[in-house]
């Protein structure tokens, strides 16, 4: 179905001027920044993290820092069980100003963490606190800053504007990638270790500031204003679970596919170059750089093209294109540095797709009073399943069978699933979010 296809809403909704506009896109994308400027300082520092908190062995330090990165999302859905709520009922901006705090607090006070040589096992158990304050603040985040933006940008142009906060991402992430290749060229291997590995998670603090001042200073959505204006509550958890399930589901569903193959080709993609590939340390920080360079310059493209052809089919090329080449293509990245590159690069747009349309799609499937709550929850309880875990499970896949491509086969099996829940989503470019697409499935 085309975004012409899809009917328009008889109401009016207000809209909020460009330069409003802006303001929110830059203050929902510093957000996800600084969330995602946390994961790429964790996953392309994790060998020395795991050297200074860790005991034991390098591959089963490495292996203990990979599941204490995962910990962090088994926290995630109770953030969205908080946070979502909350935010549905006071308003998004007062939500975000507060998760931005935390989140950039938490990833400043990793790096003040002592090392195992000094604290013993009180280094891997802060840590392991301070990756759950993340977690829970991260839970009313994404789902926050999603909504946030998609409830500001225009009907017709949701897919381009929303676009902007997985640029966000993608920005977040590269510069803590950078940031880190960057100290590790310029302070050497051994001063990193001891360390080095700590700078970039102090740059945290200044992004939470600036973040919290932009979302502060907004108003909150106008979608959100006109339902407050009506005097339209918010559902209760039980009534959100029984009245919304089926939104719920789609979202978690597609939400396996997604961030299966997000945090496979981001976050542990740098560990799998070193350690299985054989690539430098040096040039496994390069490969993800350079691939989400690439990306970013297509996300605002494939975020407009959705606005144009619709949310299902651009999320359909993404998981059929994915289920058949990412084993050609891990295949093409184990023959050294120039195929890694050639490889993640392709692999890399051909997630695109599913990753600029995100804040356009999950939003819009649910109404108003239970968009906040119903995105946050469904959303991270699949991502604390099958996203955190993924750079986990992918290494032990390998360590239990002993074959380099089972992260592929991993990233194949969540598209199917994909596959599956993009059957029962229906169609919402151009839709207002004044609507409701499961309103006449619920009547009936």
């Not at 080095?196 to 600036?210: D, H, N, Q, S, T």
């Not at 973040?211 to 959505?221: A, F, I, N, Q, V």
């Not at 679970?241 to 569903?253: I, S, Y």
């Not at 606005?307 to 090329?317: A, I, Y």
Request: charged share 15%; glycine share 12%; hydrophobic share 55%.
């Amino acid at each position: 179905m085309t975004a012409s296809a899809v009917p328009a809403s008889p109401a009016v909704p207000v809209q909020a001027d460009k330069a409003t506009l802006r303001r929110a896109i830059a203050a929902s994308a510093l957000g996800n920044a600084t969330e995602w400027f946390d994961y790429g300082i964790y996953a392309y520092g994790v060998t020395y993290i795991s050297a200074a908190l860790f005991p034991g062995e390098v591959d089963d330090a490495i292996l203990f820092a990979l599941a204490t990165f995962a910990i962090s999302f088994l926290v995630r859905p109770l953030g969205g069980l908080f946070w979502g709520p909350l935010g549905d009922r006071l308003g998004r901006k007062s939500v975000l100003a507060l998760t931005i705090l935390l989140m950039s607090g938490a990833t400043l006070a990793v790096g003040l963490i002592p090392a195992y040589a000094q604290i013993g096992w009180a280094a891997p158990a802060l840590l392991i606190i301070l990756r759950m304050v993340q977690g829970f603040s991260t839970g009313g985040e994404y789902g926050g800053a999603a909504t946030f933006m998609a409830e500001y940008a225009p009907d017709a142009r949701r897919g381009f504007y929303g676009s902007f906060l997985e640029f966000g991402t993608l920005a977040g992430f590269s510069f803590g990638a950078a940031l880190m290749l960057g100290f590790s060229l310029l302070l050497g291997d051994a001063v990193m270790h001891a360390w080095g590995w700590r700078i970039p998670f102090l740059v945290a603090a200044p992004m939470g500031l600036i973040g919290m001042y932009l979302r502060s200073r907004m108003e909150d959505t106008p979608v959100f204003r006109d339902q407050a204006a009506e005097g339209r509550g918010s559902p209760s958890l039980s009534r959100l679970l029984r009245d919304h399930k089926r939104p719920m589901l789609v979202v978690g569903g597609l939400v396996v596919a997604l961030n299966v193959v997000n945090y496979t080709l981001l976050s542990y993609m740098p560990t799998y170059l070193q350690r299985r590939i054989g690539l430098s340390p040096d040039e496994a920080l390069v490969v993800p750089i350079i691939g989400m360079l690439f990306m970013m310059l297509f996300l605002p493209i494939a975020g407009h093209m959705s606005d144009r052809v619709g949310r299902r089919p651009m999320w359909r090329l993404s998981l059929i294109g994915l289920l058949v080449a990412v084993v050609p293509l891990y295949m093409l990245m184990a023959r050294g540095l120039a195929g890694a590159i050639i490889g993640f690069v392709l692999l890399g747009l051909l997630y695109v797709p599913q990753l600029a349309t995100i804040s356009a799609t999950f939003p819009a499937l649910f109404p108003t009073a239970a968009r906040f709550a119903g995105f946050a929850i469904a959303y991270n309880l699949s991502t604390s399943l099958f996203g955190g875990t993924a750079p986990a499970i992918g290494s032990a896949l390998i360590g239990v069978t002993g074959n380099e491509l089972m992260p592929a086969f991993y990233m194949m099996a969540a598209c199917i699933i994909g596959l599956i829940a993009l059957r029962f989503m229906p169609e919402t470019a151009g839709r207002s979010l004044h609507d409701d697409p499961f309103e006449g499935e619920r009547a009936a």
